[in-house]
Structures are given as structure tokens and as C-alpha cells.
């Protein structure tokens, strides 16, 4: 199995096209390397996004706030911005897992995942 570090976002997206189906994105790891663990994805080449520069920011704009895709759980958690003004989402970075699966599991891939089971 080949594991690539892209540096940007188009590097990501050229490997994904390149190998098809057979390439998928890594962030935390915490799902995907239980389901190939478990034979459930069988991936020839795993593109990890976390080296991305960007990716791990959240981003406070006049108008919006941007949560990059390689933001965890516990960034989030831990971000004083989105404590005093989004404590619902902060709430929620609290309620995944504990200490170390928010150290490392990405909000944007659990938006992408399917129920794999009952937390
Ligand atoms: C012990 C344990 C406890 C857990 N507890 C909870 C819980 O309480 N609540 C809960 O909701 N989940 C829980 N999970 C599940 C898991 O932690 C979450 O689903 C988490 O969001 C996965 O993040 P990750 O970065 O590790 O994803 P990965 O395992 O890296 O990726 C998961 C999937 O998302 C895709 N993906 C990753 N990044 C992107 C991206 N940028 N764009 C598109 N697709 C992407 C991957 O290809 C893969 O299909 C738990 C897992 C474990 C092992």
C-alpha cells in the first residue's frame, strides 16, 4: 500500500484522480485503519491529508468562521473563539470518544462517514 503526504490541495485531488477508486483520503485514521483492519476497504494507496498546509486552521473571518478539514476534535475543543461563540459545536467536539480519539479524529471525515455503529 502506498501512503502519500500531498502539500496542497491540488497535489490531493490529482492522486485521487490518478488512482481512481482505489486511492482514499486519510485524516485521523481512527475509521479508515479499523475498516481496512477489518477487510471492509481494501485501498491500494492512502492520501493524507494532515500535511496540507491550511487544513489544520480554523479561520475566524468577518463574516464566517472556517473549520479546516484537518481540524480535530480537540481543536476544536480547545478553540476559545468557537468556546465563547459556538459552544454548541464545542459541546459536540466533547461528546466524540475520549482524549485521544478527539486528539486525532477530524470533524470533516465524520461528516463523510457512514454509521459504522453506536458510539
Ligand atoms: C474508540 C473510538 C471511539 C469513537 N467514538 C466516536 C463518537 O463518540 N462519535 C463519533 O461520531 N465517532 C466516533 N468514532 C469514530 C471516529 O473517531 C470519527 O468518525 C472521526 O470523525 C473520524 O475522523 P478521522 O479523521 O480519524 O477519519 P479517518 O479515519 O481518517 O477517515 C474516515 C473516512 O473519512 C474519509 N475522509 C477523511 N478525510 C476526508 C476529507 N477531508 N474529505 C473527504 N473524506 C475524508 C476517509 O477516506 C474515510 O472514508 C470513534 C472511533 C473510535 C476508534
Same mark, same amino acid.
Given at each position: 500500500?502506498?501512503?502519500?503526504?500531498?502539500?496542497?490541495?491540488?497535489?490531493?485531488?490529482?492522486?485521487?484522480?490518478?488512482?481512481?477508486?482505489?486511492?482514499?483520503?486519510?485524516?485521523?485514521?481512527?475509521?479508515?485503519?479499523?475498516?481496512?483492519?477489518?477487510?471492509?476497504?481494501?485501498?491500494?494507496? =492512502? $492520501? #493524507?491529508?494532515? /500535511?496540507?498546509? +491550511?487544513?489544520?486552521? @480554523?479561520?475566524?473571518?468577518?463574516? !464566517?468562521?472556517?473549520?479546516?478539514?484537518?481540524v480535530t476534535?480537540e481543536m476544536l475543543?480547545e478553540s476559545?473563539?468557537?468556546?465563547?461563540?459556538?459552544?454548541? =459545536? $464545542? #459541546?459536540?467536539? /466533547?461528546?466524540? +470518544?475520549?482524549?485521544? @480519539?478527539?486528539?486525532?479524529?477530524? !470533524?470533516?471525515?465524520?461528516?463523510?462517514?457512514?454509521?459504522?455503529?453506536?458510539?
Amino acid at each position: 500500500m502506498d501512503y502519500l503526504f500531498p502539500t496542497t490541495v491540488a497535489q490531493a485531488i490529482a492522486i485521487l484522480s490518478e488512482r481512481g477508486g482505489r486511492a482514499r483520503l486519510i485524516a485521523g485514521g481512527t475509521d479508515l485503519m479499523v475498516a481496512i483492519h477489518e477487510g471492509k476497504i481494501d485501498a491500494e494507496t =492512502l $492520501v #493524507d491529508i494532515t /500535511r496540507i498546509p +491550511g487544513l489544520d486552521q @480554523i479561520a475566524v473571518g468577518d463574516e !464566517w468562521v472556517t473549520v479546516g478539514a484537518a481540524v480535530t476534535f480537540e481543536m476544536l475543543r480547545e478553540s476559545a473563539y468557537l468556546r465563547a461563540c459556538v459552544p454548541a =459545536l $464545542v #459541546d459536540a467536539a /466533547r461528546s466524540v +470518544g475520549a482524549a485521544p @480519539i478527539q486528539a486525532m479524529a477530524t !470533524w470533516w471525515s465524520r461528516w463523510r462517514w457512514r454509521p459504522r455503529r453506536a458510539w
